[in-house]
Nanobody
Framework: QVQLVESGGGQVQAGGSLRLSCAAS????????MGWFRQAPGKEREFVAG????????NYGDSAKGRFIVSIDSPKSTVYLHLNTLKPEDTAVYYC?????????????????????????WGQGAQVTVSS
């Protein structure tokens, strides 16, 4: 059974940085797409970033562009989300997600990796709190 475990969350002052990690286990992941989503209290889940398993394709939500970077270490089955220039409005629970898209998956455009309902597996979430 595929399991995703996030780590690296915590409290940080505005303008600071954090690196979230998502360790995947229990599957063969070469055909997986990986995503990061976040959800703040009272708000809907929001797409943050996505990446294919090889790392050759990435996509970012509008709130993440220019500040966050998603990367992957495929041999370690670990996906990272680098959170930079954090703002209080970035405070949320950040979730890692995985989707077995198969060997012939093709994706381009703004919706790549961005549809949360298409992900098969989810981590438990990591709290990120950004203070003023």
């Amino acid at each position: 059974q595929v399991q995703l475990v996030e780590s690296g969350g915590g409290q940080v002052q505005a303008g600071g940085s954090l690196r979230l990690s998502c360790a995947a286990s229990g599957g063969t992941f070469r055909n997986f797409a990986m995503g990061w989503f976040r959800q703040a209290p009272g708000k809907e889940r929001e797409f943050v970033a996505g990446i294919n398993w090889s790392g050759s394709t990435t996509n970012y939500g509008d709130s993440a562009k220019g500040r966050f970077i998603v990367s992957i270490d495929s041999p370690k089955s670990t996906v990272y989300l680098h959170l930079n220039t954090l703002k209080p409005e970035d405070t949320a629970v950040y979730y890692c997600a995985a989707d077995d898209v198969g060997p012939n998956y093709y994706c381009s455009g703004s919706t790549c990796y961005a549809v949360d309902s298409q992900y098969d597996y989810w981590g438990q979430g990591a709290q990120v709190t950004v203070s003023s």
